[in-house]
């Protein structure tokens, strides 16, 4: 869950801290095996961007005309291992707010939607629909 974790256990990839140029907040260079993020992130934005880079790093380079279907895919992988549904069935317990659920997960907010879009696997559906129906109970009972 922590990509902290990761990469502290994969000395090939070095990361580095630079003022990155307009919105870039972190890109990937597999050449060198250098991830670069922005040195103006916050503290959940720079794990959710080294998250993210890491798995660019292993996904490798694509063509330019995959680009964006690339972005999405690694966007919603990145949602998925910083939101375990068993961290986000939690969370539901106690709000459905996607700002307090992103604040009990410490991950930006906007990456609650993509991982609740992500969400395809039945398995995952149904956990949350038990959650739900649990609250549910409760609130009748
Ligand atoms: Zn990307």
Redesign the pocket.
């Known amino acids: 869950m922590n990509p902290w974790a990761d990469v502290a256990a994969r000395p090939d990839i070095t990361i580095e801290f630079a003022d990155l140029p307009g919105r870039i907040r972190g890109f990937c260079d597999h050449d060198t095996r250098t991830i670069w993020i922005s040195t103006r992130l916050r503290q959940r934005e720079r794990n959710k961007v080294l998250q993210?880079?890491l798995l660019?790093m292993d996904r490798g380079p694509v063509f330019a005309c995959h680009q964006a279907e690339e972005?999405r895919a690694?966007?919603e992988a990145t949602a998925r291992i910083l939101i375990p549904i068993d961290a986000l069935c939690d969370a539901l317990r106690w709000s459905r707010d996607p700002h307090d659920i992103a604040d009990a997960l410490h991950v930006p907010a906007y990456l609650i939607r993509i991982r609740w879009d992500a969400m395809k696997h039945p398995a995952e559906r149904a956990a949350v629909a038990a959650v739900m129906a649990d609250l549910e109970d409760m609130a009748v009972a």
């Open positions: 993210h880079e660019h972005e690694v966007e």
